[in-house]
T-cell receptor, first 110, second 112 residues
Framework: KNEVEQSPQNLTAQEGEFITINCSYS?????LHWLQQHPGGGIVSLFM???GKKKHGRLIATINIQEKHSSLHITASHPRDSAVYIC????????????FGKGTLLTVNP | DSGVTQTPKHLITATGQRVTLRCSPR?????VYWYQQSLDQGLQFLIQ???????AKGNILERFSAQQFPDLHSELNLSSLELGDSALYFC???????????FGPGTRLTVL
């Protein structure tokens, strides 16, 4: 089973700050997912990446396959970025079964 | 709006009962995934279907079953409900067997 660790568990920032959330996993994978869960409960898939870096607006995700580590960065953070950010990796010998981290609760204050 | 619909949004029932949760995937998506999110366990993968066939099974209890119909909608059946089954149940869909998943709004199940 792939163990997934996220850090930090909680993060409070001021509007405009640069945010970094980290995710480490124990077993080599083909791709890693970053998800965002809004306070109302809805989940949005942000990125699926298998190497290098992906960017979407103010969000950047990087992955280092050798180090088994991924980071999610938010530039110029805004209160609407406040959410739980969850990373997920394939587990159990299957690319279809995802194992999820416990999530990082991000609060961005105005 | 992801294009994935789930019904009902909320469900309150009693222990021992049986419920059915329904999911309609995005148009053109062949994969449907079911997840359970509880306060103590976090998000857990339950099961995946691709074009009507079961592709992967996760931590799904024997009391739970699912199927994907020819029109690609899926149902998750939960029976002999226990207090611990209270959770948010999400369905997600995707075009391929693996890839980006689009999540529905979830069904909040409360077992009293």
């Amino acid at each position: 089973k792939n163990e997934v660790e996220q850090s930090p568990q909680n993060l409070t920032a001021q509007e405009g700050e640069f945010i970094t959330i980290n995710c480490s996993y124990s077993v080599g994978i083909s791709a890693l997912h970053w998800l965002q869960q809004h306070p109302g409960g809805g989940i949005v898939s942000l990125f699926m990446l298998s190497s290098g870096k992906k960017k979407h607006g103010r969000l950047i995700a990087t992955i280092n396959i050798q180090e088994k580590h991924s980071s999610l960065h938010i530039t110029a953070s805004h209160p609407r970025d406040s959410a739980v950010y969850i990373c997920a990796v394939p587990s159990g010998g299957s690319n279809y079964k995802l194992t999820f981290g416990k999530g990082t609760l991000l609060t961005v204050n105005p | 709006d992801s294009g994935v619909t789930q019904t009902p949004k909320h469900l309150i029932t009693a222990t021992g009962q049986r419920v059915t949760l329904r999911c309609s995937p995005r148009s053109g998506d062949l994969s449907v995934y079911w997840y359970q999110q509880s306060l103590d366990q976090g998000l857990q993968f339950l099961i995946q279907y691709y074009n009507g066939e079961e592709r992967a099974k996760g931590n799904i209890l024997e009391r739970f079953s699912a199927q994907q119909f020819p029109d690609l909608h899926s149902e998750l059946n939960l029976s002999s409900l226990e207090l611990g089954d209270s959770a948010l149940y999400f369905c997600a869909s995707g075009k391929a067997v693996q890839g980006t998943q689009y999540f529905g709004p979830g069904t909040r199940l409360t077992v009293l």
